[in-house]
Nanobody, 124 residues
């Protein structure tokens, strides 16, 4: 079994920063990429960011580019999402996801394991 547990969500004000964490436990894999997705009420889940196994390659949704940073610490089996200059439209449940193999993806149906999500609310 594989478990992904997110933490770090909360209620913040416009312009604030927040760092989400996602710890992977259970089975170990030789190589996997990680992604962050989010889902606001009444909307479909959308891609936020993804990172390669080494951490050397990342991709971001246009809506968060320049404000969010994804990183990972493989020694701690943890991936992070540093969010800055938060806006009310960033309000959503944020999910981390694990994709087996080396190829990054922005498609949620290509990820193999998911966390339970953490709520981020940005007030104006």
């Amino acid at each position: 079994q594989v478990q992904l547990v997110e933490s770090g969500g909360g209620l913040v004000q416009r312009g604030d920063s927040l760092r989400l964490s996602c710890v992977v436990s259970g089975r170990t894999f030789s190589t996997y990429t990680m992604g962050w997705f989010r889902q606001a009420p009444g909307t479909e889940r959308e891609f936020v960011a993804t990172i390669s196994w080494s951490g050397g390659s990342t991709n971001y949704a246009d809506s968060v580019k320049g404000r969010f940073t994804i990183s990972r610490d493989n020694a701690k089996n943890t991936v992070y999402l540093q969010m800055s200059s938060l806006k009310p439209e960033d309000t959503a449940v944020y999910y981390c996801a694990l994709r087996l193999g080396a190829r990054r993806s922005w498609r949620d149906d290509e990820y193999d394991y998911w966390g339970q999500g953490t709520q981020v609310t940005v007030s104006s």
